[in-house]
């Protein structure tokens, strides 16, 4: 995923996308500044994206990725903060 306030003029990489794979059918991220909540359900190959409780990205992969957990922010001047993440194995 990309950051979650890096403002939407990215094609591939805009808020939500799988990066360099998905991008999302709409944008509805919220200004900078402000707080996003972004849902991520992986079952599978099926990879569902939410942010602000609208579905953006619905992606099935045609193999089995190794799959990882990473934050980031590829601004070091800026600043970008998580809060309340969880983790849910099925």
Known sequence: M????K?????IHKTGAIYNFAAPSKIVSKPVGQRNNL???????NYTVM???QKVIE????????????LQNHDAKSKVLFRNIRIKER
Do not use: A, S, T
């Not at 990309?2 to 306030?5: E, N, R």
């Not at 849902?39 to 190959?45: A, D, F, G, N, Y």
């Open 51 to 53: 942010i602000n409780h």
């Open 2 to 5: 990309y950051d979650l306030d």
């Open 39 to 45: 849902e991520i359900k992986v079952i599978k190959q």
């Open 59 to 70: 992606f099935i992969v045609n193999k089995q990725w190794e799959r990882y957990i990473e």
């Open 7 to 11: 403002p939407d003029n990215d094609g």
